[in-house]
């Protein structure tokens, strides 16, 4: 198993560009995640899916928008790339995100982008 | 406003030595997870506590929820230089269902 995969690793843009960041799973997981970390503020979380064909907003979502058409993908993406969203970009899924009961989530690798 | 506060922020210390990290809130939680992240890399779990006072030991880790459920610790014993990494803690409040991160410990052993 490969668990969860993101593509691509590394990415620059420029001001206004847009582009799609891709997340793959193969645990059969139904919920997944997008989340940004910037030095000092932890994980936040963008937007997130409780299962195919659904989507949500999470703390941060402008500037973003998701699909999940697949129970495996999560696609993420910026329509007008700004230099506020230079972050490093986390894929998560869980077997479940239920409140009131712990859901592990799983970790993609990450993807670094950087708007100029 | 951080809804989860870890600290301290940055721990640098001799190989050997003992630390604890904290995470405090003014929030209920229903369950509280602490992840390890290494440069480069996605978090990983390393526990997740769910009673009010529980204890859990990982080998050298020990991690400790509070009565009322609003913070943390955890307890490294003998630090190695393995146990270099950011630490997160993270916790699920009843009313929003999704983890809240804290913004992470970033923690440097030195042999």
């Known amino acids: 198993n490969a668990g969860v995969t993101q593509t691509p690793k590394f990415r620059v843009l420029k001001t206004g560009q847009s582009m799609t960041l891709l997340c793959a799973q193969d645990m059969n997981h139904e919920y997944m995640y997008w989340y940004r970390q910037d030095p000092g503020m932890g994980l936040r979380l963008i937007h997130y899916?409780?299962?195919?064909?659904?989507?949500a907003k999470g703390e941060v979502p402008d500037g973003y928008n998701v699909s999940r058409l697949k129970k495996q993908n999560f696609l993420l993406g910026l329509e007008s790339a700004a230099p506020s969203q230079t972050s490093v970009y986390f894929c998560a899924s869980s077997p479940h995100g239920r409140g009131g009961s712990y859901n592990e989530q799983f970790f993609g690798p990450g993807t670094r982008l950087t708007v100029l | 406003t951080q809804l989860l506060e870890q600290s301290p922020q940055f721990l640098s210390i001799q190989e050997g030595e003992n630390l604890t990290v904290y995470c405090n809130s003014s929030s209920v939680f229903s369950s509280l997870q602490w992840y390890r992240q290494e440069p480069g890399e996605g978090p990983v779990l390393l526990v997740t506590v769910v009673t009010g006072g529980e204890v859990k030991k990982l080998k050298r880790l020990t991690f400790q929820f509070g009565d009322a459920r609003k913070d943390s610790s955890l307890h490294i014993t003998a630090a190695q230089p393995g146990d270099t990494g950011l630490y997160l803690c993270?916790?699920?409040?009843?009313?929003?269902?999704?983890?809240?991160f804290g913004q992470g410990t970033i923690l440097t052993v030195h042999p």
């Open positions: 899916s409780v299962g195919e064909g659904t989507t």
């Open positions: 993270a916790g699920v409040l009843r009313s929003y269902g999704k983890l809240t």
